[in-house]
């Protein structure tokens, strides 16, 4: 009880500092808007390549594209916590009873929300173009990103906790994430690859992601990669909200 | 007098890839219930890093200690609950205001909504922070901040508050201002653990003071009953030429406790300030030495300090 009160509370700090700050809604929104619009033109004629799965382009297309906004969306939310360790932020929160697992899950929740939100956005406006998509299919892909979302972000803060500064940090992060995505087949579906390179992907949890938002949009709900998918995110991301939390607990100047 | 803070042996070691740090090695320290204790040295000393483990902010690799009647190891939970903390940074966001920082302090230590508004405005008023409560942080002035830095340690009015060097970096006018509020919470019967470099700071606030150096306690007990142990008198003099020349001619006199020079003078400590002028006049006229500057005062705890330290913390602060 106290758990969920008091991330509550801490979810409602941050994203009281979020919506107050129209410069950060408005890059949010647009976000999406940029994959979608320097993206898409180049669907069409990549679709007719030989070993291209099937399915529309962007039926292909718009689950990578989700997976990596779970992603990145995600990656780069510890910049903020090490401006608030520089304050003294962090410590004074620490002194208070506050729950350790709400100091993490509260801000985490904030950034999933914020990739669910952009995620639909994306979704609503590739319609136009010719994505087509079941109702419960959107809730279960949006359940995965928002999973997605969860794990990097306890991650990513977990590494701010322990980097302590932005140079760090940065290079940590996005030395992690890129192979992550190459290796997922966010980008061109890993059925383009050669053998090796799909050896590989199998121990990427995140292609078993890639691979149920695809299942997701060829109408395939029912296909074991979808919960398979959805279970992995699961799992891993309880384990990083505890990993996360007790960077929390032992944070160290 | 019951105690707020009891530690025995209290230790903490930094360990890195390349070098192990004792920066705490056995602090031995008894803090009274509602006494301001004044934590003093030099930076580097340890100070920040007892204050830290004592607020369950970093686990000892050492030692007991009891805070506000929990132990430290076992019950930081409750702990928490009864003390404050104000560090060096602060600890208050640049884009919140000052009234939605202390609303949600209140909240996380379980106040009602309609407490922590109540709590919060009480607090505004108090530290008088109306002119700026509504407005982000980042907009404060240095003493503004700081006072709300300290307002957020109060929310909750512990028995016991933290202030890590609390008027480092403020104008003398926001300085005095933080020792009337420490003064205040004293009156309230809270008890304050305050470190500082200053001197002054120390002289002026606490009731007893403890003197760190290289991770251990050196000196501990009343401002008063520190200056006592230094000696009686401290002589501060001045000769034409060497400064040498006097102190060697004057630290074997059967007068003279110790003596030394300090920042281009020299400092004698006599037992008898009367009894020792004259002869010091004396000695100096016989040896054809001249006399520039000669003063006669109680020792401060400057004094206490490059006594039981080897070196002024003028010198070490800057």
Redesign the interface.
Known sequence: MKLVRDTWFVFGRYFGLFIHNPAWVALGVLQPVIYLVLFAPLLKSIASVQGFPPGGAYNVFVPGLLVQLGMFGAAGVGFSLIAELRAGVIERLRVTPVSRVALLLGRALRDMLSIVVQSLILILISLPFGLSVHPIGVVITLALIALIGLLTASISYAVALGAREENIYASIVFTATLPILLLSGVLLPLGLAPQWLRNIAAANPLSYAVDAARAVFRDQIADPSVSRGVAIMLVLSIIAIVIGARSFGRAVA | MEAVIETRGLRRVFRSRRQVVEAVTGVDLTVRKGEIFGFLGPNGAGKTTTL?ML?????PSGGTATVAGCDLRTQP?QI??R???V??????????TGR?ELV??G????MSMEAARKRAADLITMLELEVCADRKAGTYSGGQKRRL?IG?GLVHDPQLLFLDEPTTGLDPQSRARVWDEVRRMHDRGTTVFLTTHYLDEADALCDRIAIIDYGKIVAEGTPEELKRAVAGDVVTLTVAGEQQRALDLLKDQAFVREARLDDGSVLLYVDRGEVAMPAILRLLDGAGLTLVTIGLHRPSLDDVFLRQTGRSLRETAA
């Open positions: 830290r607020a369950t902010l970093l686990p939970d928490r609950e003390i404050g903390y560090g060096q940074a602060g600890g208050s966001d640049r884009e919140i939605t949600f302090q909240r996380l230590y379980g830095d957020l």
